[in-house]
Each structure stands twice: as structure tokens, then as C-alpha cells.
Nanobody, 129 residues
């Protein structure tokens, strides 16, 4: 069983920054693909970013087009934590942000929420104009 706990959300003005963290449990965290998704009121959950470790020192990352150049996903396997650095925030980034883990050891990194096995409770990010 994997538990995920997000933190770092809050209220920020447009143009500001936030860093979300997702602390994970589980002995094989380093092999998990990890993802961030978000869900705005009245909208479906959407992919934001994902990361998969490919070596002890390297990872492969993926970012949605809507956040490329502004958001960066990273991970610290020693701390069993994945991060989402969010810069140049816009009001349309307002949503509940969820961390997700894919427990399969293969290299596939899905952008669909159905490809992930475990989810955190979410953290609210609100960007004011």
C-alpha cells in the first residue's frame, strides 16, 4: 500500500510561485512513475506533469502543454518526495492539485489518470488576478 500526502498549496497572486510537495510511503518508491493532476470546479481532472526515474541520477519528465516553461516536476528518491515547482501562475491554474503514483515497474508513464494506482487527498491552489 502506498500513501501520498500533498502539501504546499495556497493563495497566490497571478505571476507568483508555489512549490507543491508529495510525500510518499512504500519501499519501492524509486521505481514508481509519479504524476501531478489538477481538477478545477466543474471540470474533469487533467494531467499536469509526470516523472519516472531512469537511473540513479536521472529521470524522464513530462509536462502538459499548458504548463510547459512554467511548471517543473522533480523528485528526491532519498526523501521519497516529488515536487511541482509552479512559476508564473495564472488564474486558470486555480484547481485542486493531486499527486498520483503508478506502482508498475515498467517504463510506461501515462498521462491518463487511469494509469495511476494511488492518489493523495489533494491540495488547493488558488491564483488571484
Amino acid at each position: 500500500q502506498v500513501q501520498l500526502v500533498e502539501s504546499g498549496g495556497g493563495l497566490v497572486q497571478a505571476g507568483g510561485s508555489l512549490r507543491l510537495s508529495c510525500a510518499a510511503s512504500g519501499r519501492t518508491f524509486s521505481s514508481y512513475a509519479m504524476g501531478w493532476f489538477r481538477q478545477a470546479p466543474g471540470k474533469e481532472r487533467e494531467f499536469v506533469a509526470a516523472i519516472k526515474a531512469i537511473s540513479k541520477s536521472g529521470s524522464r519528465t513530462y509536462h502538459a502543454d499548458s504548463v510547459k516553461g512554467r511548471f517543473t516536476i522533480s523528485r528526491d528518491n532519498a526523501k521519497m518526495t516529488v515536487y511541482l515547482q509552479m512559476n508564473s501562475l495564472k488564474p486558470e491554474d486555480t484547481a485542486v492539485y493531486y499527486c498520483a503514483a503508478r506502482a508498475s515497474p515498467n517504463d510506461y508513464v501515462p498521462s491518463s489518470e487511469y494509469g495511476y494506482d494511488y492518489w493523495g487527498q489533494g491540495t488547493q491552489v488558488t491564483v488571484s488576478s
